[in-house]
């Protein structure tokens, strides 16, 4: 039952309990996807969101015990449709109690609305995580009519580590810095033209990724040609003390098959154990990836922690 509950949407004020509340389900759900207050904050005020009505919290008390979260593309992706995330997550708790259907209720509610306004005509996809083997939102997902569409792997590497490094002739390996944005945005949307359920990034939301507190340029790496374009990238964060997160990799479809994605990983590696501020670098991987990266992970040394599950439904009206 969901009586006696306080209903209202995420907003700066409620930053620290969602906090909270987030890294207790990377605990308890073994996700350990941690978030400190301060990125979370940056959320509220990506593009195209707006918490009032695209976000919901629920009270009991002074402790918040559920959120929900929606983004809907603001444009198709590569497969001709508006992809709808639909986020959150319920406390340990307070599960069995209706409070995650009522959430996917009006998530999915929502993101029919905003899909329409956005794209009208469009046929929408709902996505959400399925998390980890044995996550109870697998069951609440698929009694809903979601499937698994996808498998991620995560993958480890321990610091310090010994890479390897061979830069491939007319290439330069350099730290991005604020004059690579653009250039940058425009290889990542060629590269990942050809990914599952990818779609473009517009200068707006690229840019909430850009400048977001989590990105550490000096860790990250760019491969240039002698004009200065963008051939590949590894684009790097940090999320959680001592641990290193690889946002991005991407090689342009006309560069492929030279090492570059190696290269510039290879890059990064070094540049983190050689600061000495990192023990371990992760990333995720789709398991599917059509470029062969599983393998290129493989050669440097990372080795798979944990797989994910994305699941995925259209809307009823569109069958």
Sequence with gaps: MTDGLHWTHLDAGSVPAWAELTNHLAEVDGTEEFYDAEDLAEELGESGFTPERDSWAVWSGEVLIAYGQLRVGQQPNNEGVLRCQLDGGVRKDFRGRGIGRRLMDLMEARATELAAQRAPGVPALWRA????????????????????????????????????????????????????????????????????????????????????????FDVSTLALDAAGAVLAYVLAGQWVDRQLWIDIVGTIPSARGRGLAGACLGRTVAAASDSGNYDVVELQVDSESPTGAPRVYERLGFATTKTFATMQRRPPCEG
């Design 129 to 216: 995580s399925g998390g980890v083997e044995g996550a109870s939102v697998r069951r609440l997902l698929a009694h809903r009519g979601y499937a698994v569409a996808r498998y991620f792997n995560e993958l480890a590497l321990r610091l310090p580590a010994s890479v390897a490094l061979t830069v491939p002739d007319g290439v330069r390996l350099v730290s991005p810095g604020p004059e690579h944005e653009e250039v940058t945005r425009v290889a990542h949307n060629l590269a990942f033209a050809d990914h599952w359920g990818s779609g473009a990034s517009n200068p707006a939301q690229w840019h909430d990724f850009w400048s977001g507190r989590s990105l550490r």
